[in-house]
């Protein structure tokens, strides 16, 4: 199956900094998509991108099918953003999702 | 809100019990899939169920087994529990029947076996 890892695995940043999450997979795929868990374990919808950049808000995504990576955008960084982002993955003629291992982001007033 | 709702939220069993966890798609979509996150595998896969029918299997276990009802509700139903089954257990639902739609997660049912 497909391959997916993520870094970096951890990220501590100052409120208002930006930073960028990368994910890389190891196949051709027609799924991406981006999620954040948050403290009581939520998975939220970030981002379905399996090519081109998208932005919402602070946040944006960028995947380069051809080259097999997605970026991850946070920009001015606030205390809410903490929480886990997972990247995952579909292969073409698959049925399930592959996620990454995760990016752990804590964010510091 | 993803439109996705899972029930209980949380459950707490004892070792060889069984359990059922409930997932309603969002209105809109014929697709579930399951997932198990434990701290030692992560977010993997368990099964997916379009339309009624069973598309593909991951790692499930013999001990689990799910089904898709005729309105589209499904059900997880763990047996025969062990320490290891322990879990954050999430549905998600799509509109079409490949991995090529997005998925929209439920908020999960965090099972907590004694």
């Known amino acids: 199956g497909i391959q997916v890892e993520q870094s970096p695995p951890d990220l501590i940043l100052q409120e208002g900094a930006n930073s960028t999450l990368r994910c890389n997979f190891s196949d051709s795929v027609n799924n991406l998509q981006w999620f954040h868990q948050n403290p009581w374990g939520q998975l939220i919808n970030l981002f379905y991108?399996?090519?081109g950049t998208k932005q919402n808000g602070r946040l944006s995504a960028t995947t380069v099918a051809t080259e097999r990576y997605s970026l991850l955008y946070i920009s001015s960084s606030q205390t809410t953003d903490s929480g886990v982002y997972f990247c995952?993955?579909?292969?073409?003629?698959?049925?399930?999702?592959?996620f990454g291992a995760g990016t752990t982001v804590t964010v510091r007033a | 809100d993803s439109g996705v709702t899972q029930t209980p939220k949380h459950l707490i069993t004892a070792t060889g019990q069984r359990v059922t966890l409930r997932c309603s798609p969002r209105?809109?979509?014929?697709?579930v899939y399951w997932y198990q996150q434990s701290l030692d595998q992560g977010l993997q896969f368990l099964i997916h169920y379009y339309n009624g029918e069973e598309r593909a299997k991951g790692n499930i276990l013999e001990r689990f087994s799910a089904q898709q009802f005729p309105d589209l509700h499904s059900e997880l139903n763990l047996s025969s529990l062990e320490l290891g089954d322990s879990a954050l257990y999430f549905c998600?639902?799509?509109?079409?029947?490949?991995?090529?739609?997005?998925?929209?997660f439920g908020p999960g049912t965090r099972l907590t076996v004694l």
């Open positions: 991108i399996p090519s």
């Open positions: 995952a993955a579909a292969l073409r003629r698959d049925y399930k999702l592959s």
């Open positions: 998600a639902s799509s509109v079409g029947g490949s991995a090529r739609n997005e998925q929209f």
């Open positions: 209105s809109e979509d014929l697709s």
